[in-house]
């Protein structure tokens, strides 16, 4: 798996993406069914509110060879600081509309 992450804006401050780091080194979360070798292509965020600029994140990460996109856990769940993203639903419907058919995408990675 060539995985790129698509990160909220709001919290990269105070969030180095520690565990989103360990899900994928040690096949937990939503990883946990992964049999392949997981090779990190991408880590960024979306572009801030209202996530305008998703959809073009995700193109290039696929551009820079991702096979599989996730949202990081800080998207829908709210982790670290208990606030999802008002946009979530849209930014992901918005993305996997975009995405060519043989392109996975993941929810939540931890």
Do not use: W
Not at 29 to 37: I, K
Not at 75 to 81: A, H, V, Y
Request: hydrophobic share 40%; with cysteine.
């Amino acid at each position: 798996m060539k995985l790129g992450i698509i990160r909220c804006m709001q919290t990269e401050d105070f969030c180095p993406g520690t565990a989103d780091f360990q899900a994928i080194r040690e096949k937990t979360g939503v990883f946990s069914q992964v049999t392949e070798e997981i090779i990190l292509i991408g880590f960024i965020n979306c572009g801030g509110c209202p996530a305008k600029k998703s959809v073009l994140r995700a193109r290039e990460l696929i551009r820079r060879g991702a096979d599989t996109i996730a949202f990081a856990s800080c998207i829908q769940k709210g982790t670290p600081i208990g606030y999802p993203c008002p946009f979530a639903k849209k930014m992901k419907d918005l993305i996997i509309s975009d995405l060519p058919d043989n392109i996975r995408f993941l929810d939540n990675t931890h």
